[in-house]
């Protein structure tokens, strides 16, 4: 009997293991997690680990070390290039892998993998789009030039020695509680993540709703709407600058249906006339300026650069200092890609912000009734080439899913995947993204390049995602560059879906990358970029582009006082919260609703009374920012939501647009405010239901997290996996996207960087986050309250030498092939 | 004593034994444990669970303080409970528990007259 009960309960046993070291829905193996020994507790990193240690990495050529200092970036120095980039990709591992994982599993639609069903949609998204295609192309290209294959084989081989060394217990805490495993590194899957980039950067186009607006609106309204330049843009190369002559001839419009019209069947959706768009991602902007000598008050050029992208943690960046006996590098790389991607060496410094010219259009296609394997192009029957995506699900089998490719790119979307506002016939993408493209090279060359020509050289290699490149050297120069690979367009070629059966829609000459808009030391003395309209009108080659401009003008208006500038306004600048759309529409705002005599409440009163003192500062306490952006976002929504009422929703008119018109509708003079006019105009109606609104949002804020600006904003910085434990929400830090310091909710400056180009290198910089991508670290976010706070760390940038000074850094590896 | 032994044998052998095997060697240190020391079953159930109890306590409270909670701390907020100590406890009581269910099953299947 005794014995009976002995079996069961031992069975009992077996079941309970069994049970503890197996995944139940978002459960972890809960045995095994728990585990001190192999499980999450191997994650809890000792707050004062020593990192110090002797490795042996057998595929080294020579000796080599790496310092950390107290913040845990790596000062690596290695013999040659090689060594550099082996031991590059081995750092990256060994603090950021996971991310590096699930970013590249992203990018190739490889999420469902791990996640199962729910993100099926997302990667069959992504390989429709051809991020795989494109970066197997770019592969290509990386592969062919034997300094970036040497590049990227090394950085390679250091992450896979690190993989290769892992126990379970080693794993990365989130592999724990997800239960997969880390898996592999390719080549590919660093082009995937630069393909990534590219598609965070350049995968946004406004072609579809463009082309149901053109339709629906009267043209004279469309042009006032969306103009292709806004009027009064600052313009990144300043206006007056000469530009060669074009070499290409410009095409002419084509004759003939060069564009297909949408017709009422086209849309399933005639009815009930609202599809939704993607929201315009205006977080994804970023600020680049650069002084020159004459500017500053060192006499020294100042170059400075915040890319405001995804605020993620681990972060997208990994501080990081490179060095060989011909190069010395030091700034933010990419976890997943070898080199430096923002920063400066020994002789200069470059920075990025995104260019937003459209590299990214639509064809509509005309499938052959009777062949479902042809389309027609040229009055020819064209087979597709059908590329086979093959998607695994996690316990499930996998998915298949066919890929029609045309002469113009991938088709994304057809019956089987229908388009955003349900346009329901095929659509073939064609994108710059899926050309093959060795942006590596760029990266390599710039890391080491000596002086502007260098830095030219270095940078016509970069050809997707375009940038507007700034640069700055130690003697004194400054310049920017609108770098990125063109197509040489006839006008309003790709503004809107073309015809694919038309051989005239083709994309043709690319733009000789020399004649891509640039400046050398412009007369007034610096260079900057936030987004806005790339030049004037006497840029010979068309082009459109997603531009925004208030940042911008915010900027240039600080740059260009006659004043000599140091690092400590550099650091202003970069944090600055001041609002151009606030100081441009809040006396409208207020002026409407007393002219107005409406009756109003006290606590109404109040309001206004609060916004008619506001310095127009969005800063993180201030309750009247939280009012003015409220009822900015009502105002906005109520007079669009009006206007554009049989219009795909949110494809508004630009904010700066809205801003423009509202003041041309209320002063007679431009924007004094003197001559506001008080007669009646058509937005009266809207101000006042706005403000009506407003007041509601702002009561039901007070009784619930108040109404600081920080805390109804919200600005976040996500862990990858969404897990709020490993996030932080309720940061507080002012400014929104009109503003230079671009805090939003989810997006905003992903690192901070101010470098001073002098007789010494003075550098700083800060990001949202920390060295290690460990949730169990303290380096997983120590510098996020820095960040914050609007502080900065100075950068540790060491002389160019085998040796250094050991006792000023907390540990160091030393490395023995 | 053979019940203190036994606590200390088990918490002993499985700290050396889990560095190289699964975590669920512990079972199988427990189970042999406690077969070797033919006890009542109740207390072969309670040695095992204090023994893998013991040896988690220590090694997590060890790992936990230089790591200043910053761990237990977020994983409690990832599996909801309300601080950095029920964590731990969690983790003891899941140790324990499989100590103490392998043990008790030894204890049971080892013959009768024995004890």
């Known amino acids: ?817 | 004593m053979r019940f203190i032994l036994s606590i200390i044998l088990i918490a002993f052998i499985a700290s050396f034994v889990e560095y190289f095997l699964p975590w669920w060697s512990i079972a199988i240190v427990a189970f042999i444990v406690s077969f070797a020391m033919a006890q009542k079953p109740a207390v072969s159930f309670l040695a095992g669970f204090l023994g893998i109890a013991l040896f988690w306590l220590c090694a997590v409270l060890f790992i936990d303080w230089s790591n200043n909670h910053i761990l237990s701390g977020k994983l409690a907020f990832v599996f909801k409970l309300p601080n950095y100590g029920m964590f731990i406890f969690i983790t003891i009581l899941v140790g324990g528990i499989i100590g103490g269910f392998a043990a008790w099953a030894a204890a049971l299947l080892r013959s009768p007259e024995k004890v």
């Not at chain 1, 995944?23 to 020994?37: T, W, Y």
């Not at chain 1, 990192?51 to 107290?70: H, N, Q």
């Not at chain 1, 004194?476 to 197509?487: E, L, T």
Request: proline share 5%; with cysteine.
């Open chain 1, 1 to 817: 009997m005794r014995r009976i009960y002995g079996v069961v309960i031992l069975i009992v046993t077996i079941c309970l293991i069994y049970v503890l070291d197996t995944k139940i829905g978002d459960i972890p193996a809960l045995g095994r997690f728990l585990d001190p020994v192999n499980g999450c507790w191997a994650s809890a990193e000792t707050v004062n680990r020593d990192f110090t240690a002797e490795i042996r990495f057998p595929e080294l050529k020579t000796d080599a070390s790496v310092w950390f200092d107290e913040r845990i970036v790596p000062h690596v120095r290695a013999e040659n290039d090689h060594d550099l980039f082996y031991i590059e990709g081995y750092l990256h591992a060994f603090f950021r892998l996971w991310q590096m994982d699930m970013e590249t599993r992203a990018a190739a639609g490889r999420v469902s993998e791990i996640i199962g069903n729910k993100t099926l949609n997302y990667d069959r998204g992504q390989r429709r789009k051809g991020m795989v295609y494109g970066a197997e192309n770019s592969l290509k290209a990386i592969e062919n030039d034997p300094r970036t294959k040497m590049m990227m084989d090394a950085y390679t081989e250091g992450i896979n020695h690190y993989i290769n060394s892992l126990k379970y217990r080693d794993y990365p805490l989130e592999y724990k509680l997800m239960g997969f495993a880390p898996e592999k590194w390719t080549n590919l899957k660093a082009s995937l993540l630069l393909k990534y980039m590219a598609d965070d950067l350049t995968g946004y186009t406004e072609d579809i709703p463009l082309t149901y607006l053109r339709d629906v609106l009267p043209k004279e309204q469309f042009l006032l709407l969306f103009p292709e330049k806004i009027t009064g843009s600052s313009t990144v190369i300043p206006a007056g600058t000469l530009f060669d002559s074009a070499t290409l001839a410009i095409p002419k419009v084509p004759e003939g249906a060069i564009f297909p019209k949408f017709e009422a069947n086209d849309k399933k959706i005639s009815k009930n006339y609202l599809p939704v768009f993607p929201e315009k991602q205006d977080g994804i902007g970023s600020n680049n300026w650069a002084l020159g000598a004459a500017k500053t008050q060192n006499g020294a050029a100042i170059l400075c650069n915040d890319p405001h992208l995804m605020l993620n943690l681990p972060s997208l960046w990994f501080e990081i200092q490179l060095q060989t006996p011909d190069r010395n590098v030091y700034g933010a790389s990419l976890p997943g890609a070898p080199g430096v991607i923002i920063g400066f060496n020994d002789s200069i410094s470059w920075g990025l912000t995104n260019n937003y010219r459209d590299v990214k259009d639509f064809y509509s296609i005309k499938q052959v009734e009777t062949d479902k394997n042809k389309y027609l192009f040229a009055g020819k029957q064209v087979p597709y080439e059908k590329r086979i995506e093959k998607i695994g699900l996690k316990g499930m089998p996998d998915f298949l899913d066919t890929v029609n490719y045309t002469i113009h790119g991938p088709v994304m979307y057809d019956d089987h995947f229908t388009a955003p506002g349900n346009y329901n016939k095929p659509l073939a993408m064609c994108w710059m993204a899926h050309n093959a493209t060795n942006e590596l090279l760029a990266v390599y060359l710039l890391n080491k390049a000596k002086n502007y020509s260098e830095y030219v050289d270095a940078i016509l290699n970069f050809q997707c995602p375009a940038q507007n490149m700034v640069y700055a050297d130690r003697l004194g120069n400054v310049a920017i560059w609108g770098q990125g690979q063109f197509v040489n367009k006839w006008k309003e070629q790709g503004k809107y879906i073309m015809n694919g059966a038309d051989s005239t829609t083709l994309w043709k000459e690319l733009i000789p990358m020399r004649e891509n808009p640039h400046v050398l030391n412009p007369e007034r003395g610096f260079v900057s970029s936030a987004n806005q309209c790339v030049t004037d009108s006497t840029y010979p080659y068309w082009y459109n582009g997603y531009f925004i401009e208030l940042r911008a003008w915010r900027i240039n208006a600080l740059l260009n006082r006659d004043k000599k500038f140091t690092i400590d306004d550099m650091f202003k600048l970069q944090n600055d919260t001041h609002s151009l759309l606030a100081e441009s529409t809040i006396g409208i705002f207020t002026n409407v609703i007393e002219h107005l005599k409406i009756k109003l409440t006290s606590e109404e009163e109040n309001y206004l009374k609060l916004l008619k003192d506001w310095d127009k500062e969005l800063g993180a306490e201030s309750k009247a920012a939280s009012i003015y952006q409220i009822w900015w976002y009502h105002f906005y929504n109520d007079k669009w939501n009006t206007t554009l009422k049989r219009v795909p929703e949110n494809l508004f008119p630009l904010p700066e647009r809205t801003m423009q018109l509202l003041v041309n509708e209320y002063y007679t003079n431009d924007m004094e405010k003197e001559t506001l006019e008080t007669i009646k105009h058509i937005d009266d109606n809207v101000i006042l239901k706005s403000f009506k609104e407003t007041i509601d949002s702002i009561k039901i804020l007070e009784k619930t997290i108040g109404i600081q600006w920080y805390m109804v904003k919200n600005t976040t910085v996500k862990h990858l996996s969404r897990l709020d434990a490993f996030s932080y929400q309720h940061l507080k830090i002012g400014g929104w996207s009109n503003t230079v310091n671009a805090a939003k909710g989810d997006h905003g400056p992903s690192w901070r960087m101010v470098v001073e180009m002098g007789k010494d290198i003075n550098a700083y910089g800060v990001y949202p986050g920390g060295q290690s991508g460990n949730p169990g670290s303290k380096y997983y976010d120590d510098f996020l309250q820095y960040w914050v706070e609007g502080k900065y760390y100075k950068l540790q940038f060491l002389p160019n030498n085998k040796e250094q000074n050991n006792n000023s850094f907390k540990s160091c590896w030393t490395l023995h092939p």
